[in-house]
T-cell receptor
Framework: NAGVTQTPKFQVLKTGQSMTLQCAQD?????MSWYRQDPGMGLRLIHY???????DQGEVPNGYNVSRSTTEDFPLRLLSAAPSQTSVYFC??????????????FGPGTRLTVL | AQSVTQPDIHITVSEGASLELRCNYS??????LFWYVQSPGQGLQLLLK??????LVQGIKGFEAEFKRSQSSFNLRKPSVHWSDAAEYFC????????????FGTGTRLQVTL
């Protein structure tokens, strides 16, 4: 299994540009999430999904959009990039059945810089 | 809402010395608790987790953590630190029944001196 994969690894955008960060998992996990990591702030939840066709907002959803058309993929869209969105973005996935499966597996991250 | 506090931003220990990283949480019910490690430029790797039962949990790489309900703490320990343990460590709390929503602490950066 490849686990959780993210593309691209690095990206530089200009203010106002849009782009999509890709995330895919091959573990048949129901839950998928997006986090952003900023220095001194840990990881903060942006959006999450409990299954195909179902998404919800996390702690910092503004400026981001998500959809979940398949179990495997959970792309994160930046509608109009701003310098405040400069961050490292992590995608994660997990099962939903019972507490012993409540463990998230993280992708390697995408480092985004907005100029 | 739940929250996690890691009071130590940066810790330096000598190789071979013992280590304890502190984590305090706030949550109304019994939480799911996790410790993750992040090496520079890498993603997060799960060290250990607590759901219920034995309050002392063993993880990978020789780490252990103890859940203390009375103190709302889940401190990470290792008896003898190796230089390769230098990394950033994150404590996280998950809400019962909601696998996809973790709240992370701000992290503790561990430096190991030789």
């Amino acid at each position: 299994n490849a686990g959780v994969t993210q593309t691209p690894k690095f990206q530089v955008l200009k203010t106002g540009q849009s782009m999509t960060l890709q995330c895919a998992q091959d573990m048949n996990h129901e839950y998928m999430s997006w986090y952003r990591q900023d220095p001194g702030m840990g990881l903060r939840l942006i959006h999450y999904s409990v299954g195909a066709g179902i998404t919800d907002q996390g702690e910092v959803p503004n400026g981001y959009n998500v959809s979940r058309s398949t179990t495997e993929d959970f792309p994160l869209r930046l509608l109009s990039a701003a310098p405040s969105q400069t961050s490292v973005y992590f995608c994660a996935s997990s099962y939903s059945r019972g507490p012993s499966y409540n463990e998230q597996f993280f992708g390697p991250g995408t480092r985004l810089t907005v100029l | 809402a739940q929250s996690v506090t890691q009071p130590d931003i940066h810790i330096t220990v000598s190789e071979g010395a013992s280590l304890e990283l502190r984590c305090n949480y706030s949550y109304g019910a019994t939480p799911y608790l996790f410790w993750y490690v992040q090496s520079p430029g890498q993603g997060l790797q799960l060290l250990l987790k607590y759901f219920s039962g034995d309050t002392l949990v063993q993880g990978i790489k020789g780490f252990e953590a103890e859940f203390k309900r009375s103190q709302s703490s889940f401190n990470l320990r290792k008896p003898s630190v190796h230089w390769s343990d230098a990394a950033e460590y994150f404590c996280a709390v998950g809400i019962t029944g909601t696998a996809s929503k973790l709240t992370f602490g701000t992290g503790t950066r561990l430096q190991v001196t030789l």
